[in-house]
């Protein structure tokens, strides 16, 4: 029996066919998890012989339609359709860059039996210290590293970045080595007042991008990008009231 049947069966003997019901002339479920399946096929990218990394957020766009008629439903599907991606991963020794979820957002220009899946890959991300992170922490700070929805505040000498247990800021991505860089801070700089921010490759596997470029280390400007694996982190200067506006840019 192929993981879309036993998917289907499983939702059968759950609400006892009240999908059946709710879905008779629109978006059916096993319609959204055959098209859950094709976007995590079409997402993998080869981390090595046996493994290839998937996305691991996903977001189900429905008509207002659908989507009122798969409110009462929606908390069951959801657990489903994510059990039902983990069975499919494990047969395709697909790796996901952290937790599974899946969402359903309505969209008022789609019609009624129509839908649309968007996929991204989110690594779970955890301080050494939680004490780190706290809003009186961020606020106090004059550079801020923005990651997966985190702002981390940054303070001399810096953090080491990894998967490791041991890295300043873990972060839960396959393609990210247990210490892959280490983002260093500096004295102000006379001239505009802020910190020197650089980031440094630690001799991980994969390497880094910085603004898109890859290199061993480099210099980092307010609104500069730093890629590891497949995560994206963002470098931010607090600017206070006496800054001169326009300040900042993209430095590699």
């Known amino acids: 029996m192929g993981i879309l049947q036993r998917f289907e069966n499983r939702l059968e003997q759950m609400v006892s066919g009240a999908f059946a019901k709710a879905f008779r002339s629109a978006v059916q479920p096993v319609e959204v998890a055959a098209a ?11 981390l090595s012989r046996n493994r290839r990394l998937v996305p691991n957020q996903f977001h189900v766009e429905l008509s207002p339609q659908d989507y009122a008629r798969l409110a009462p439903y929606s908390s069951t599907l959801s657990d489903e359709l994510v059990e039902m991606l983990r069975d499919h991963a494990h047969e395709q020794s697909y790796v996901f860059t952290g937790p599974v ?3 359903f957002d309505e969209k008022d220009e789609l019609s009624t039996g129509r839908f649309h899946v968007r996929s991204s890959a989110l690594a ?19 550079v ?40 260093r801070i500096f004295a102000a700089d006379p001239t505009s007042g802020r910190p020197q921010v650089s980031v440094h490759d630690l001799g991980s596997t994969n390497g880094m991008l910085v603004n898109g470029h890859k ?21 931010r200067y607090v600017t206070s009231a006496h800054d001169d506006a326009g300040q900042g840019g993209h430095g590699v």
């Open 101 to 103: 979820s899946i969402a």
């Open 124 to 142: 779970s991300v955890t301080p050494s210290s939680e004490s780190a992170v706290t809003d009186t922490a961020v606020r106090r700070a004059n």
């Open 215 to 235: 290199v061993a280390q480099a210099s980092l400007d307010d609104g500069g990008t730093v890629k590891i694996g497949n995560t994206t982190m963002t470098i």
């Open 36 to 46: 859950l399946q094709r976007e995590v096929d079409n997402s993998a990218q080869i």
């Open 144 to 183: 801020i590293l923005e990651v997966n929805g985190m702002k981390h505040p940054l303070d001399p000498p810096g953090i080491v970045i990894g998967r490791g247990t041991d890295a300043d800021l873990r972060i839960n991505d396959p393609g990210v080595s247990r210490r892959h860089a280490e983002i």
